[in-house]
């Protein structure tokens, strides 16, 4: 059984940081797969926000972000991380963490129907 859990959501003041966490269990990080964060916020469409793919290092950051967050991993812990920094209004969301798979040098889109797993999603808040 494939679970993903987020957490490290919070409410942050402008310019504040957060680290959001994914811990994963029952699936393997190996050389086909890529784990990112999705967000949406209310009235508005999702998002891919970053991904990275888990048999190396490379990694994307969406234009609105770049700069500003980051992607790390713990292969060991199975956890992803996305660090998020100089937060402003509009990153207001619910953020989730997904699976997609990786082929030809690339992530799969963080949309469905490529999502092979995602979580239930932590929330952030920037006011």
């Known amino acids: 059984h494939v679970q993903l859990v987020e957490s490290g959501g919070g409410s942050v003041q402008v310019g504040g940081s957060l680290t959001l966490s994914c811990a994963t269990s029952?699936?393997?990080?190996?050389?086909?797969?890529?784990m990112g964060w999705i967000r949406q916020a209310p009235g508005k469409t999702r998002e891919g926000v970053a991904a990275l793919y888990t048999g190396g290092d490379t990694s994307y950051i969406a234009d609105f972000v770049k700069g500003r967050f980051a992607l790390s991993r713990d292969n060991a812990k199975n956890t992803v991380y996305l660090q998020t920094n100089s937060l402003k209004p509009e990153d207001t969301a619910m953020y989730y963490c997904?699976?997609?798979?990786?082929?030809?040098?690339?992530?799969?889109?963080?949309?469905?129907?490529?999502?092979?797993?995602w979580g239930q999603g932590t929330q952030v808040t920037v006011s």
């Open positions: 997904a699976a997609v798979g990786w082929s030809g040098g690339y992530c799969y889109p963080l949309s469905v129907p490529f999502l092979r797993h």
């Open positions: 029952g699936y393997t990080y190996g050389s086909n797969s890529c």
